[in-house]
């Protein structure tokens, strides 16, 4: 099977190690990069070189690169195209070949290589990037009307205010041409899906603001695997390519849903296990483990998602806390049989991956066992309140926040229980509360921030946190690079 993604990782990389590249294997999810906490994309194991700390030892390279964005948490199964945790294909110049060859050679794996139909990609570059736009045009031959110029927030990149930086240029790939051009909008991703994005690093920034042409210049690029997977398997999303459904199928098994037969929030719910369960196994293996703090502090919260959506999902029959055994080390099962050709280290920690995600789950079970007391407890002062005040019974919105955030009490769960009860749910009141939550930690990532960019060390420096939520980990720090 030509598409499948264990092919298409394999043409990919043979594409480029056909043209000089020498392959080189993914870093760990673990980044010796103190300005992030996790590997986000494939650049950051080569970013000494890039930024002349280090001299390069070869020319070029190319690699299947393991990443992870906690910032695209809250887009997994909302939108067809981000996960979590995904495979970013790269290829690497390291002061040896340039924008035109990135350029042709991007556009020959997509067309040649890969058999997309050429009017059905489309070109975003720099809106002051000249030479890229006849490149695409004159070389290559793209229509003018297929090549959208865009601002500096999409189409350059820095690493920091000073330093190496330069203008990108993306691919995107058309699943609505019969729309037409005049509308044409690469940013409605009902019609586009960006999968290729190419970083041209040509420019120092100087103290002054200034851009001054670097002597090394540099390509960095990114092919999103389960993006192209989806193209190429005619799947209406990222989730439904044979890097994902088996897993998808797996949870469907153990709620008695079917995938094809459920509803969106279903779906949604399938999706996130499936993504989340894929970062929770590769986290795990590279050494990252359940904690309060820092990367540990990220797998911990994946964990309690995937159980607390599974729950809801109906696995176990129950999300009330009372549940014996764990059921992702099953869903596990899958993501480890799969990993062979992503990461070969996988199967050989495989038992030491499943213990830890069993203890992890249980503790989080008696976690909310603890919460359950206090819920019971503050159901039966709801009631007893109302009966006094002859109002209807109702969980203020404070308490339904504490437990979300001492307990890790989803409001859905608490919601759930308490209509059992009888009991209402002062919804409005807990958004208030979750709001001002939300304020204080964006307040703290900005502190968080200012010391990664006085050089400390991101992982050391996040304080040691109580359960605060899911949204505490969509932190910008992390994906500073
Ligand atoms: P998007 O705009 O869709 O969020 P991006 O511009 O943030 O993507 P880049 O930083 O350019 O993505 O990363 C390079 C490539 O990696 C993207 O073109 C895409 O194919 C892939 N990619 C990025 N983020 C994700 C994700 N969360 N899940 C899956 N693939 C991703
Ligand atoms: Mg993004
Ligand atoms: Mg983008
Ligand atoms: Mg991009």
Redesign the pocket.
């Known amino acids: 099977n030509l598409v499948s993604g264990d092919s298409i990782r394999r043409r990919f990389i043979d594409f480029y190690a056909s043209r000089g590249h020498k392959v080189l294997p993914s870093s760990s999810l673990v980044s010796d990069d103190p300005t992030v906490l996790l590997t986000?994309?494939g650049m950051l194991q080569f970013k000494p070189i890039f930024l002349g700390k280090v001299p390069r030892e070869v020319p070029r390279a190319t690699t299947a690169q393991k990443?992870i964005?906690t910032n695209?948490v809250e887009?997994v199964g909302r939108?067809s195209?981000?996960?979590?945790f995904?495979e970013?294909l790269g290829n690497f110049s390291f002061g040896d070949y340039f924008k035109r060859e990135a350029i042709r050679w991007a556009w020959e794996l997509s067309i040649e290589e890969f058999g997309l139909p050429a009017d059905r990609v489309w070109i975003s570059v720099y809106e002051e990037d000249d030479e890229a736009f006849k490149i695409w045009h004159e070389e290559v031959g793209v229509p003018v009307e297929r090549i959208k110029r865009m601002g500096e927030e999409?189409n350059f990149w820095t690493s920091g205010a000073t330093g190496p930086c330069g203008p990108?240029s993306?691919?995107y790939y058309d699943f609505h041409p019969e729309r037409g051009v005049d509308e044409a909008d690469l940013e409605d991703?009902s019609r586009f899906?960006?999968?290729?994005?190419l970083v041209f690093m040509q420019y120092n920034r100087k103290d002054d603001g200034s851009l001054e042409p670097l002597k090394q210049q540099n390509i960095d690029?990114?092919?999103?695997?389960?993006?192209?997977a989806r193209i190429l398997q005619k799947v209406p999303n990222?989730y439904e390519t044979d890097l994902v459904y088996p897993i998808i199928q797996k949870a469907s098994e153990l709620a008695a849903v079917s995938y094809h037969d459920a509803d969106d929030k279903k779906k949604v719910q399938l999706k996130i296990i499936g993504d989340h369960t894929r970062a929770i196994v590769y986290l795990l293996s590279d050494g990252v483990l359940p904690s309060n703090v820092g990367r540990g502090y990220v797998v911990r919260q994946l964990i309690r998602r995937a159980v607390r959506t599974g729950w809801l999902l109906g696995i176990k029959g129950n999300c009330k806390g009372n549940i014996e055994g764990a059921f992702l080390p099953t869903i596990a099962q899958t993501v480890i049989e799969m990993s062979t050709a992503i990461d070969p280290e996988v199967k050989a920690r495989a038992s030491r991956i499943i213990g830890e995600l069993q203890r992890e789950e249980l503790r989080f079970v008696q976690t909310l066992e603890r919460g359950e007391k206090l819920l019971e407890l503050k159901l039966a002062e709801a009631l007893s309140c109302a009966k006094q005040s002859e109002r209807s019974p109702c969980l203020l919105g404070n308490d339904v926040f504490l437990l979300y955030a001492t307990y890790g009490y989803p409001v859905e769960i608490t919601t759930e229980v308490a209509i059992e009860k009888g009991v209402e749910i002062d919804r409005e009141g807990f958004d208030v509360e979750m709001e001002e939550h939300r304020r204080q930690s964006q307040a703290n990532h900005n502190i968080v921030k200012l010391d990664v960019e006085n050089g400390g060390d991101l992982a050391e420096k996040v304080a040691d946190t109580e359960f605060l939520g899911y949204d505490t980990l969509s932190t910008k720090a992390m994906v500073q690079s």
């Open positions: 986000i994309a990443c964005r695209d887009n939108t195209r981000h996960h979590t995904f970013m999409d990108c993306e691919l991703d899906l960006e999968f290729y994005n690029t990114g092919l999103g695997l389960e993006r192209l990222n």
